[in-house]
């Protein structure tokens, strides 16, 4: 994995970034249940082998899954 330098933080954050877009419960609030969803395996899954393969970069924006 590569990693680059944040500012003058010290931190080294991966190149590569998970998007957590589709994690959380699909329903009819789902603001993304049409696009995918994940359940809590598949997310501990996923989350797993990124941290395995070094990534330390998740978008987990508000606006997923409305907050």
Same mark, same amino acid.
């Given at each position: 994995?590569?990693?680059?330098?944040? &500012?003058?933080?010290?931190?080294? /954050?991966?190149?590569?970034?998970? &998007?957590?877009?589709?994690?959380?419960?699909?329903? +009819?609030?789902?603001?993304?249940?049409?696009?995918?969803?994940?359940?809590?395996?598949? /997310?501990? +899954?996923? /989350?797993?082998?990124?941290?395995?393969?070094? /990534?330390?970069?998740?978008?987990?924006?508000?606006?997923?899954?409305?907050?």
């Amino acid at each position: 994995m590569r990693y680059n330098q944040l &500012g003058n933080t010290g931190l080294f /954050v991966s190149e590569l970034c998970l &998007g957590t877009m589709t994690f959380g419960a699909a329903g +009819e609030n789902a603001q993304w249940g049409l696009i995918a969803s994940l359940d809590q395996k598949g /997310v501990n +899954e996923i /989350v797993a082998r990124s941290i395995a393969a070094g /990534v330390n970069f998740f978008d987990t924006a508000d606006v997923y899954s409305f907050g």
